[in-house]
T-cell receptor, first 110, second 114 residues
């Protein structure tokens, strides 16, 4: 069974601070995705990374896929209250099935 | 482009009662997924459809859960009878056949079983 562990589970920071959340596994994934979920809504896809070592940027968000395709990180620069939400990573293994981590609940205080 | 539509958004029922959730995927998306999300957890796949065929239902508790997608478009997930432990958010997602990683989620149905 492929498992994804996310850390930290909870993160509360002040507006303007930087942060990094992590997604780790002992399994290799063909791709990895990051989603953001707000209360009462479904997850919204932010990015998909496919190649080991790949780095993608989405405005103030930087996503990195580990060289061995077992882990990923999400870095947010100068966090804003609008970044508040549950950040989920999801990996795709040999099948088309997505395996989700438990998420990191981020709160950015004004 | 309209997103994935789910109804109802909220449902409260007593244990042992039946309940059904409905999902209409994004137009043109032939793959449809039902996920279960418990509080503080990530979504877990219950069943995946390719058109009207259930291609992965290994995680669906078949003693009480059933699903259908008769015409390969909208889908219904049913629980009969519901148990207290079924309280959760039920998410529907869809994707194009050639982009299985690009899953688009609906807002979910929050089920409370009392």
């Amino acid at each position: 069974t492929q498992l994804l562990e996310q850390s930290p589970q909870f993160l509360s920071i002040q507006e303007g601070e930087n942060l990094t959340v992590y997604c780790n596994s002992s399994s290799v994934f063909s791709s990895l995705q990051w989603y953001r979920q707000e209360p009462g809504e479904g997850p919204v896809l932010l990015v998909t990374v496919v190649t080991g070592g790949e780095v993608k940027k989405l405005k103030r968000l930087t996503f990195q896929f580990g060289d061995a395709r077992k882990d990923s990180s999400l870095h947010i620069t100068a966090a804003q209250p609008g970044d508040t939400g549950l950040y989920l990573c999801a990996g795709q293994g040999g099948s088309e099935k997505l395996v989700f981590g438990k998420g990191t609940k981020l709160t950015v205080n004004p | 482009e309209a997103g994935v539509v789910q109804s109802p958004r909220y449902k409260i029922i007593e244990k042992k009662q039946p309940v059904a959730f409905w999902c209409n995927p994004i137009s043109g998306h032939n793959t449809l997924y039902w996920y279960l999300q418990n509080l503080g957890q990530g979504p877990e796949l219950l069943i995946r459809y390719e058109n009207e065929e259930a291609v992965d239902d290994s995680q669906l508790p078949k003693d009480r859960f059933s699903a259908e997608r008769l015409k390969g478009v909208d889908s219904t997930l049913k629980i009969q009878p519901a148990e207290l432990g079924d309280s959760a958010v039920y998410l529907c997602a869809s994707s194009r056949w050639d982009s299985p990683r690009e899953q688009y989620f609906g807002p979910g149905t929050r089920l409370t079983v009392t």
